[in-house]
């Protein structure tokens, strides 16, 4: 029997036990699994997922609200200081430095906050809620795996929805997709440069092509849409990338 959704906290507990089961036949170890039995369940998580109101702007007032001016001056300027880590991202990945710290800057503020919610709490609780269970699944099973090798804990703390990091990864995808950049022989998304490797081999293997534009009409614009599925914010990052790449 597979798990039974729910959309308060109610059941939650024997969600997250009936849960313990699909996790530990897809491969979920014992740390991943003690992380699950101690999570809890997030009412601010539930109140962020049906708030979602940003992506309804038009671009202009997107762009505003999401302080775009700021990020490309602040984009241009961490790219004139670090040309070489770039230029290396773009040699290995096929990524231009622009869409990087376009993404950065949109979803971090460049690192400056990085979320104070729950990872794991986060994503189970979205993986219980009736309304995008199946899409959330996957990535609860990712963020227990995540805990199997170490790469987080029950406690890391990341934004509303269970995203974590610098440019903010659902655990599926940094477990799918990490790369230790910094050598240091663990993936780790709260450090700059395997986070950044981590974005940019997303989409490398999202179907980004070295040497093609990424604006709207362009090849790699529909890679964006990988990254998030909102228009709108396609749009700003592509648009904030030319900006920052010059």
Do not use: C
């Given at each position: 029997m597979a798990a039974k959704c729910g959309n308060t906290s109610n059941g939650f507990e024997a969600w997250k036990a009936s849960f313990a089961?699909?996790?530990?036949?897809?491969g979920v170890g014992k740390r991943g699994l003690q992380a699950l039995a101690a999570a809890k369940y997030s009412s601010?998580?539930?109140?962020?997922?049906?708030?979602q109101k940003s992506f309804r702007y038009s671009l202009s007032k997107f762009m505003q609200i999401r302080g775009s001016a700021t990020i490309e001056a602040q984009g241009r300027n961490r790219l004139a200081k670090n040309p070489k880590f770039y230029q290396s991202l773009e040699k290995a990945y096929g990524v231009p430095?622009?869409?990087?710290?376009?993404?950065?800057?949109?979803?971090t503020g460049f690192g400056g906050f990085m979320g104070n919610t729950p990872v794991v709490s986060a994503i189970t609780t979205l993986a219980f809620d009736c309304r995008r269970s199946d899409f959330f699944k996957p990535h609860a099973i990712g963020a227990l795996k995540l805990v199997d090798q170490?790469?987080?804990?029950?406690?890391?703390?990341?934004?509303?929805?269970?995203?974590?990091?610098?440019?903010?990864?659902l655990p599926g995808n940094a477990y799918k997709y990490g790369v230790d950049a910094s050598g240091d022989g663990r993936v780790d998304l709260y450090n700059l440069a395997d986070a950044m490797a981590t974005t940019a081999n997303f989409l490398r293997k999202k179907g980004w092509k070295p040497?093609?534009?990424?604006?709207?009409?362009?090849?790699?614009?529909?890679?964006?849409?990988?990254?998030?599925?909102?228009?709108?914010?396609?749009?700003?990052?592509?648009?904030?990338?030319?900006?920052?790449?010059?």
């Open positions: 089961k699909e996790a530990q036949k897809a601010a998580t539930i109140s962020a997922d049906r708030n430095a622009g869409v990087l710290l376009a993404i950065h800057g949109m979803e170490g790469t987080i804990t029950g406690n890391t703390r990341g934004a509303k929805h269970g995203e974590l990091g610098h440019t903010q990864f040497g093609k534009g990424y604006q709207q009409g362009e090849p790699n614009f529909r890679v964006i849409k990988e990254w998030n599925a909102a228009t709108v914010y396609q749009q700003a990052i592509a648009i904030m990338a030319a900006k920052i790449d010059g």
